[in-house]
């Protein structure tokens, strides 16, 4: 059984837009937001001037889609004057920090591989570092004290709006290993549509490798066309093929889509065995 956990949320400057400082109950890992605009404000806090994981967060000018740099500090407050000089799309920082300032080069280091790596996993924003990160070898129980430090690093920022850790659909291995999920598909007979969906918490996932029709339809929702365009611009869909998986809010946002038409998702989607979306949505009332 899964247990709850207890999110700390203080408001430094009284004011849901300013600087935040999160925790989380019987943890020692503590997160500072803090908006560019106001990184300035934070000269005086001692715990952003030793050694610290943090992100940057920001958004694509031409498409919008989320971007994420990942950085290790031994001077988070320092580190972020030089990202306001030399950085010009974030908009917000995260700074982690241990609490009981237990944290050392190496530490950190190995923080931010991870971080990096898990980040590039999960695939929901777009990595803005220039290079990989360089490993830190540390002892294998400093490792599990790290792993156990990453664990809380996601739901905090999760917490704070930010779901770069957070995958879309919980499993194990990869995109086609789903035997226990309901996997549901649209596909033509002429195969200009074959396509797959998973429903998941936030919504309706199309899948990676999932093919879709490219040309418009005189029944093609103007919203798709932008949408499909917006996704071919950022890389999702190359050659009519979804390259990473892809969150839709609702089936028929997603038949829509693939299919080049505006659909009833309930109707178009279906499992192996022909049962529909909304037959199963039916059942679940």
């Not at 990096?116 to 570092?129: G, L, P, S």
């Not at 899948?207 to 798709?224: M, N, V």
Request: proline content about 2%; aromatic content about 8%.
């Amino acid at each position: 059984m899964a247990r709850g956990k207890s999110l700390k949320i203080f408001m430094m400057d009284g004011d849901a837009a300013g600087r935040w400082v999160c925790t989380l109950a019987g943890r020692t890992t503590k997160a500072y937001r803090i908006p560019r605009a106001l990184y300035k404000k934070c000269c005086d806090i001692d715990e952003l001037k030793r050694p610290a994981v943090y992100l940057l967060f920001g958004d694509e000018d031409d498409t919008g889609r989320p971007v994420v740099y990942i950085g290790e500090t031994e001077d988070a407050y320092t580190r972020l004057k030089d990202h306001e000089d030399k950085k010009d799309y974030w908009s917000e920082a995260v700074v982690f920090v241990s609490q009981d300032d237990h944290f050392n080069k190496a530490h950190v280091k190995y923080l931010e591989g991870r971080l990096y790596e898990i980040a590039n996993q999960v695939d929901r924003y777009t990595v803005m570092n220039t290079q990989k990160p360089t490993s830190a070898s540390i002892a294998i129980d400093e490792q599990a004290e790290m792993e156990d430090f990453i664990d809380n690093v996601s739901v905090l920022t999760y917490g704070m709006g930010h779901k770069v850790f957070e995958p879309l659909i919980k499993k194990e291995g990869t995109s086609e290993d789903l035997s226990d999920k309901q996997v549901f598909a649209i596909k033509t007979k002429n195969n200009s549509v074959d396509a797959k969906m998973v429903r998941t918490i936030e919504g309706y996932v199309v899948l990676k490798g999932s093919k879709i029709r490219e040309s418009d339809t005189k029944s093609t929702p103007s919203w798709a066309k932008k949408k499909r365009a917006q996704l071919i611009s950022e890389g999702t869909i190359k050659d009519g093929i979804f390259t990473r998986d892809e969150l839709f809010h609702s089936p028929s946002g997603a038949s829509d889509l693939v299919t080049g038409n505006s659909t009833s998702g309930n109707k178009m989607w279906k499992t192996e065995a022909g049962i529909t979306l909304g037959e199963i949505l039916e059942k679940e009332k």
